[in-house]
C-alpha cells in the first residue's frame, strides 16, 4: 500500500496517452497559428516550442502588426489571413490551430479541412451549435482529424482525479460544485480580448467562455454527459450590456448527480472543482486557469491529503498531445463530436436563461 | 489599517450582541431540555451549563432510562413527557428547550406556551409549514418568547462573515456555494436518531435535516430572503426508501443572486460555505457541525488570509444568547417569523423536486 502509495505520488504528473519517445521525434507537426491574442503569444505559442511533438511556423491575425511583431520575434512565416485561407503558405504547416474570436472558427476551420490540414480548434467551438455542426462536418468530409482546445483534459491533475474516480476511490458522485470567475475587464485588460463582449463574435461571454470548463471538466471527469440543464444570467456592469457577465447552471447527469456551476466576468477571481463521493471528496482549487498552479486535494473519512507536485505547462501537454496523437495516428478524445454536446449544454443555458424552464439535452 | 487589522483579529469571537456581564449573571434562566437525542445530550445539556445565562434544570423525553440516567448524572430533576406538558415541574425552569424529532415539536412548545415559559425550539420548526405557523401562533397568543435554534448565527465565524460583508469587503455577492454532508447511518450511528428516516417524524430527511443549515445561513449573511427556489431529491440506500438521501437546491435571492445548495445524509463528510462577491471571496469551511472547529478565509486579489481563531463551544454561544436576551428583555433575531421563512423554502424544494418546476416564494 505505501509503496502504490509511492508510485501514485512519482508518476502524478505522468502522461497515460503518450506511447511514443518524445526525444526521438524527427518531424515534429508544423502547425499555423491563427489568431495571435493574448492566449495565443503568452500562452499556445511557447507551449508549442516547449512540445516535442509540435512546432509553430505559420502565423496570422487580422491585426497585420502583431503578425509581424510575432514572426519576427520567432523567426516565423507571417501571412494574411486571406493568405491563410487560400493556402498560400500551405506547405510550410500540417496543423492549423484556430484561436480566433468564436464566430470565425468556422471559416478557418473551413479553410483548413480544404487544405486536408488537421485542425486545432479552440473551444467553444462556435457561437451556435448549428454552426458548429458545420464546422464538425467541414472536417469530417475531408477527412481531416480536429480537436477542440479543451486544456483541462491533459492537465494531469485532471486526469489524476479522473484515475481516482474510476477506480472507485470516491465510491458513488453524489454531486459536484464548481465555479470559475475573473475580472475579465481589469485581469485580462487586452483589448483583444474585448470581442468577448461582442455577442455576434463570441456568441455570449460568461457562459460561453468560462462555463465551458465547469462543463467539460465535469463531463471529462464523470465520463458522462448532462441530460437536462437549468441556468440564469444577469449583467449589471454596462460593458456587459449584450451579453451575460454572471451566470448560474445546474448539469443533471445521469443517476441524477447534479453539477452546480457558476461563472462570472466580473468577481473576485475563483476556480475551484469539488466532486462529493460516497466515500471520499477530490477538490482542484485552483483548477482551471492555466496562469496558476492546479491545486489537488483528497478528503476521506476525516483525513486530507493534499498533493503538491510539480507543474506542468498546461498548453504544453494540450499540444504534446495534439502532436502526438497526430504523429502516432490516434484519434482525440476532445474530438468534434464531444465539442457538439458542450455547444448543446451551452446553448441549453442561455435558452433555460429565457424560458425559466429545464432545457432536456441528448441526441 | 495596521491597527484596525489586529482589532479585528483580537475580537474575532466577541459578542457583539452581549451587553450584560456574564461574570454578574444572578439567577440565570433555568431551562427545562425536552428530548435526550445525541445533540441535547453531547452538546445541549454541555452548552447550556457552559453558559453563564443559563442553566438545564429538568429533563425529560420519551425515553425514560435516557431520563434517570441524565437526571442522575447532571443533578436534574426528571420528568416524564406528560409530566411536562402538564407542568407538573413548572415551577422549576424558565424556559423550556425543545430538541424532539420535529413532528413533536409543536405539542411541546404549545405546552410551555401554555405555562408562560421562553421556548427555544430546534430547526426546522416543525415537519410543515402549517404546524409551523401553529406553533407560531401558539407562542405569540401566549405572549411567549420563541427562538429557534439556528446555532449559526450565534457562531462567531458566521458573524464575521456578516460584518465583512456589511463592510462591503466583498463588494456585490455574486453568488453562494454551499454543501454539507454526512454519513449519517454512519457517522451519528446511534438508534435515537432514526426517526430522520421517518417521515412521519422529520418531515424529510436530508432537506430538513441538513438543508436548512446552507438555507439559513446564507439568508443570515446576506441579510435577505429567497425569492424562488428549485431542487431535486434523491434516494438509493434502502434506508433512505422513504426520505430523502442526497438533495440539491438553488436558491434565488433579490438581486438574482443564486445560492447553489448541496446536502447528503449518505456521503462524504463535507461542510462549506463560500460566498463569491466582485470584491473578495468569503469561505467557511469547516462551516457547519458543532463537532468541528470553523475553518475562516477571506480571498481577495490573489492574497488569501486564513483566520485560525480560538474555537468557541458553538452551542454554548447559541445559549448565552438565548439567555442573555431573556434576562435583557431583548428580541430575538431567529424568531417565529424568521423560521416560517425558513420552512416555507424547505416545502418550496421538496415541491419543486416534485413538479420540476421552481417554488416562488414570499408571502
Not at 55 to 74: I, L, P, S
Not at 135 to 146: Q, S
Amino acid at each position: 500500500m505505501d509503496a502504490a502509495f509511492a508510485e501514485y505520488l512519482d508518476e502524478f504528473t505522468r502522461r497515460d496517452w503518450e506511447t511514443l519517445d518524445p526525444d526521438a521525434v524527427a518531424d515534429p507537426v508544423r502547425v499555423a497559428v491563427v489568431g495571435l491574442g493574448w492566449f495565443a503569444r503568452e500562452w499556445a505559442l511557447p507551449g508549442i516550442a516547449r512540445s516535442a511533438y509540435t512546432e509553430a511556423t505559420v502565423v496570422t491575425d487580422v491585426d497585420a502588426g502583431a503578425v509581424e511583431a510575432v514572426a519576427a520575434e520567432r523567426d516565423l512565416t507571417g501571412v494574411t489571413p486571406e493568405e491563410l485561407r487560400s493556402g498560400a503558405a500551405a506547405d510550410e504547416y500540417d496543423a492549423v490551430y484556430v484561436a480566433t474570436p468564436n464566430a470565425t472558427h468556422l471559416e478557418y476551420v473551413e479553410a483548413a479541412a480544404a487544405q486536408g490540414k488537421a485542425v486545432l480548434c479552440e473551444k467553444p467551438l462556435e457561437v451556435t451549435p448549428e454552426r458548429a455542426r458545420e464546422l464538425v462536418a467541414a472536417c469530417h468530409d475531408a477527412g481531416v482529424p480536429l480537436m477542440v482546445g479543451y486544456r483541462m483534459q491533459t492537465d494531469p491533475a485532471v486526469r489524476r482525479l479522473r484515475d481516482l474516480l474510476d477506480a472507485g476511490v470516491a465510491g458513488d458522485v453524489i454531486h459536484v460544485h464548481a465555479t470559475m470567475s475573473q475580472t475579465m475587464l481589469g485581469e485580462l485588460g487586452s483589448d483583444t480580448d474585448q470581442w468577448r463582449l461582442d455577442p455576434e463574435l463570441s456568441g455570449g461571454c460568461a457562459v460561453m467562455d468560462l462555463g465551458v470548463y465547469p462543463l467539460n471538466t465535469t463531463r471529462f471527469a464523470l465520463r458522462e454527459d448532462p441530460v437536462r440543464v437549468s441556468g440564469r444570467t444577469r449583467s449589471e456592469h454596462e460593458a456587459f450590456a449584450d451579453v451575460d457577465e454572471h451566470a448560474s447552471f445546474r448539469l443533471e447527469f445521469p443517476g441524477d448527480v447534479d453539477a452546480f456551476c457558476t461563472v462570472s466576468q466580473n468577481a473576485q477571481h475563483a476556480s475551484r472543482l469539488e466532486v462529493t463521493g460516497t466515500d471520499a471528496r477530490l477538490i482542484l482549487d485552483p483548477a482551471f486557469y492555466e496562469r496558476e498552479d492546479r491545486g489537488f486535494a483528497v478528503v476521506r473519512d476525516g483525513t486530507r491529503v493534499d498533493v503538491d507536485f510539480e507543474q506542468v505547462h498546461q498548453i504544453e501537454e494540450e499540444f504534446a498531445y495534439f502532436g502526438h496523437q497526430l504523429l502516432a495516428g490516434e484519434p482525440f478524445h476532445a474530438d468534434g463530436e464531444h465539442a457538439l454536446t458542450d455547444m448543446r449544454a451551452l446553448d441549453g443555458v442561455y435558452e433555460s436563461a429565457e424560458t425559466g424552464r429545464p432545457v432536456e439535452l441528448g441526441d
